[in-house]
Every structure is written in structure tokens, then in C-alpha cells.
């Protein structure tokens, strides 16, 4: 019988959790209710590859682990990265409504990228101001979708 080692034992969990979300959001993108008919790709499409992407790799990944063929050593964690990603989401889901997109989006953007140490703090905020603004663009003035103005109302 194969002993799992410590790595082994977190790619199992990853793989498994891989695949179950996958299932989930399988399921879940049957609910989404089908366009008017004209829709070339339709509202389940990108829930679907995603889902099917999650399924593959967590059976690539279960598959690896159980033929006991992956071989790498458990690198240490970096718990404050780690922290600052988690911090980085967290305030952008809270800030949302309150700040509006523009800020949330900015300062998550640069919370991500201190946490992966991508250099310039300052190259980074204004970085993540320039795509925060188009990305609010093109969606709100391109595709016609209302997103949380915020504090920034009067501007836009």
C-alpha cells in the first residue's frame, strides 16, 4: 500500500477540491436561466469551460497523486503573501458598494501585487487606478452593465 506524504496529501486535497467545486459549478450553471434565442454563446458558456477546467485538472491532478509519479517536495508557505491576497479580496468584496468599483478594484489590485512582491509600490497604484478605469468602462459604457460607482458618482 502507497503512504502518502505530506505534499502528496495536499494535492489530494487540492485535486478533490479541484473536482468537487468543479461538480458544483457544473450543476450550478444548469439553473442559469438561457438567453432570447439569439445569444451565439449564451450565459452558460463560461461556467461551463471553467467547470470543465476544474474537472480535468483536479482528475489530472487525483490521477498524478494516486500513481504516487509526483515527486515534489512541499515547498514552506508564505503566510503573509497569503494574508495580504485574502486581505486584497476581502476588502475589495467590502468596499464594493461604499467605494464603488473604481477604488475597490485599484486597491486590490495593488494588495496583489505587493503580495506577489511585483516591485514599485507606486508603479503598481497606478497601475491598478489605469485598469480599474477601463475595465469600468468597458463594461459599463461597452457592454451596458451597471457596476458601484461609490464615492466616485459625480465623476462618471
Not at 25 to 51: E, N, Q
Amino acid at each position: 500500500m502507497y503512504s502518502f506524504k505530506s505534499a502528496d496529501r495536499m494535492e489530494l486535497g487540492i485535486a478533490l477540491a479541484s473536482i468537487l467545486f468543479g461538480l458544483f459549478l457544473l450543476a450550478d450553471s444548469f439553473t442559469i436561466k438561457l438567453g432570447s434565442g439569439y445569444d451565439h454563446i449564451g450565459p452558460r458558456f463560461f461556467p461551463f469551460v471553467i467547470s470543465t477546467g476544474l474537472l480535468v485538472t483536479g482528475i489530472l491532478m487525483l490521477l498524478e497523486v494516486l500513481s504516487g509519479t509526483s515527486h515534489r517536495e512541499a515547498e514552506p508557505v508564505n503566510l503573509s503573501a497569503f494574508g495580504i491576497l485574502i486581505f486584497g479580496l476581502v476588502s475589495c468584496l467590502l468596499l464594493l458598494k461604499p467605494a464603488g468599483f473604481i477604488i475597490a478594484c485599484s486597491i486590490q489590485f495593488w494588495l496583489i501585487a505587493r503580495a506577489f512582491s511585483a516591485g514599485d509600490s507606486l508603479r503598481n497604484a497606478i497601475t491598478g487606478v489605469v485598469l480599474s478605469i477601463c475595465v469600468y468602462f468597458i463594461f459599463t459604457r461597452g457592454l451596458g452593465l451597471v457596476l458601484p460607482r461609490g464615492i466616485l458618482a459625480g465623476l462618471f
